[in-house]
């Protein structure tokens, strides 16, 4: 398998070497739930929940938050996060997974991606946008922040990461316009403190 192996997050879960984690929910989560583009009630799923930040927030924001991560360390983290916070599983949860194979037991209403399609070598993102495709109800919200990590090796043809760089075409392409309905940009931009950035965008279900 091309990219980052488990183990490989496993050894950095499991040191606390983490440079990406905020130590907090995303700033655009928030945003996101103010909009009321996620509400009580609905069923969100966040791939890639790491320490699972995010799913505290959606927790207790009402929502019905469950979290995917194939590494035991970050899903041994989140749970003890969500414990800690007394919430209840129907407000918060974790699986281990791998979001390649895994399936959802109903249609959702929301997935929020953040991490886990940087996270991923590029050769398995047409497989993993599928997936969230098939997850997703019509009409469902992918609420996704495209990182924007270029690196210069990139004009050789170079593919570093993770994080992957999730350049806007690309993602135009992998999330084409027949499966999906697109925003007019400008997108809202959201600064990450690794000097990187990320573009928020939010794509409707066909």
Known sequence: MAGPTQ???QQRFSSGQMPWDRGAPHPQLQRWLQDGQIQAGQRVLVPGCGQGHELLSLGQAGVHALGLDYTPAAVTLARQRIAEAGLAPEQARVEQA???SWQAPQPLDRVYEQTCL???HPDHW????DQLQRWLKPGGLLLAL???ARRDNAGQGFIEG????GDIQAMRALFSSDRWDWPAPPYASQA???GWYELAVVLTRR
């Not at 993770?162 to 760089?165: A, D, I, R, S």
């Open 7 to 9: 183990d490989f997050w």
């Open 98 to 100: 791998d979001v390649l």
């Open 118 to 120: 940087c996270a991923l």
């Open 126 to 129: 047409r497989a993993y946008a």
């Open 146 to 148: 495209f990182m924007q």
């Open 162 to 165: 993770p994080p992957y760089h």
């Open 192 to 194: 990450h403190e690794q």
